[in-house]
């Protein structure tokens, strides 16, 4: 299985919502990632998980809290958003973000629209 | 900063060999260089990677010159499925370790 899910496909939420996006890997890998991509523009890395530990913070707003429950789950908590977080959030992982080699598998990413 | 610049965007004909340039002029002995695409509204998938050696697989081959400070990514037969935003990436080293970071890319047009 070389495959990353997110969950859900689509996300609506009101500013004052609370929601969370899912992602799993059953790949064995030890390093996860979230990524926020606005329309047209490449995607950029926000936070980094390491052997289930936050090892890169991106400077990313407190709104958004991520949490690495086990080796196989990534999830992004929401809460108190703006329309301009309104993006596709892509999760990733890699079997170690410290290695020389790091080959990443994405996942089709959670499109989000904050009303 | 991305440590990679590419053109914005290229065309090619349908059948006929895509070659897309990267600069990375900057990159270290041991960083390796990576290629992803990203076809419109999918997840970016990993092509081919590299370090000094040219390398090829079933989607593409990575010309890297001698003095890496540069790459070419070849499809050698380009089909219209092929069309989407291409990036060459070296990875950066932050406080809490490497980081992947997507530069412009370049967006690939293949023609009928």
């Known amino acids: 299985d070389t495959e990353v899910t997110q969950t859900p496909k689509h996300l609506v939420m009101g500013m004052t919502n609370k929601k969370s996006l899912k992602c799993e890997q059953h790949m064995g890998h030890r390093a996860m990632y979230w990524y926020k991509q606005k329309a047209k523009k490449p995607p950029e890395l926000m936070f980094v998980?390491?052997?289930?530990?936050?090892?890169i913070n991106e400077s990313v707003p407190s709104r958004f809290s991520p949490e690495c429950p086990n080796s196989s789950l990534l999830n992004l908590h929401l809460h108190a958003l703006q329309p301009e977080d309104s993006a596709l959030y892509l999760c990733a992982s890699s079997q170690a973000a410290g290695s020389s080699f790091n080959e990443q598998f994405f996942g089709p990413g959670t499109r989000l629209t904050v009303l | 900063d991305a440590k990679t610049t590419q053109p914005p965007s290229m065309d090619c004909a349908e059948g006929r060999a895509a070659n897309l340039p990267c600069n990375h002029s900057?990159?270290?002995?041991?960083?390796?260089v990576y290629w992803y695409r990203q076809i419109h509204s999918q997840g970016p998938q990993y092509i081919i990677h590299?370090?000094?050696n040219n390398e090829t697989n079933e989607m593409a081959s990575l010309i890297i010159t001698e003095d890496r400070k540069s790459s070419t990514l070849i499809l050698p037969h380009a089909t219209l499925r092929d069309t989407a935003v291409y990036y060459c990436i070296v990875r950066v080293l932050g406080s809490g370790g490497f980081k992947t970071i997507f530069g412009a890319g370049t967006r690939l047009f293949v023609k009928a």
């Open positions: 998980y390491s052997y289930e530990k936050l090892s």
């Open positions: 590299g370090l000094k």
């Open positions: 900057t990159i270290s002995g041991n960083e390796y």
